[in-house]
């Protein structure tokens, strides 16, 4: 009876650890500034077959204090290049307020392979902005 419990809980584990495997995390520091905005870090994890990526920035005070409000308004998108040869392109995403931020962007790669499986580390993070409603920043070249 015990070892039948024993074996059990053994083929489990063996049969768990495979889907364990896939998990991971990792962190990039990086400094890229933009319209007085220091975006300095890049979290990078794995659900499954998507990509999480968080980016840390800091906007800075007097860039928010224009008389009209439309000019207290950015515009940002980052490239995220990978170890692996997979990038990340965010989509455009805002800050309309001074202090610490985060911008999160999942990405789902089960159509290209489920390729966020395999642990990558960034190798170059870009950042583009814009300073207004309504404009867009620069494409990446």
Same mark, same amino acid.
């Given at each position: 009876?015990?070892s039948?419990t024993?074996?059990?809980l053994a083929? +489990?584990a063996?049969l768990l650890?495979?889907?364990?495997?896939? +998990?991971?995390?990792q962190?990039?520091?990086f400094?890229?500034r933009?319209h007085?905005h220091?975006?300095?870090?890049?979290?990078?994890?794995?659900?499954?077959?998507?990509? $999480?990526?968080r980016l840390?920035?800091?906007?800075?005070?007097?860039?928010?204090?224009?008389?009209?409000?439309?000019?207290?308004?950015?515009?940002?998108? +980052?490239?995220?290049?990978?170890?692996?040869?997979?990038?990340?392109?965010?989509?455009?995403?805002h800050?309309d307020?001074?202090g610490?931020?985060?911008?999160d962007?999942?990405?789902d790669?089960?159509s290209?392979?489920?390729?966020? $499986?395999?642990?990558?580390h960034?190798?170059?993070?870009?950042?583009e902005?814009?300073?207004?409603?309504?404009?867009?920043?620069?494409?990446?070249k």
């Open positions: 009876m015990v039948r024993i074996s059990a083929a +489990a063996v650890v495979p889907g364990l495997t896939f +998990a991971w995390s962190k990039a520091d400094g890229a933009i007085k220091e975006f300095s870090r890049v979290l990078l994890a794995n659900d499954g077959c998507t990509l $999480k990526t840390f920035f800091d906007a800075p005070e007097e860039a928010y204090k224009d008389e009209y409000p439309v000019k207290n308004y950015y515009r940002f998108h +980052a490239r995220i290049q990978l170890d692996n040869g997979h990038q990340v392109v965010t989509h455009f995403f800050n307020a001074p610490a931020r985060e911008y962007y999942d990405q790669t089960t290209e392979g489920c390729w966020a $499986k395999t642990e990558a960034a190798r170059d993070v870009n950042v902005g814009c300073r207004g409603r309504g404009c867009t920043p620069e494409a990446f």
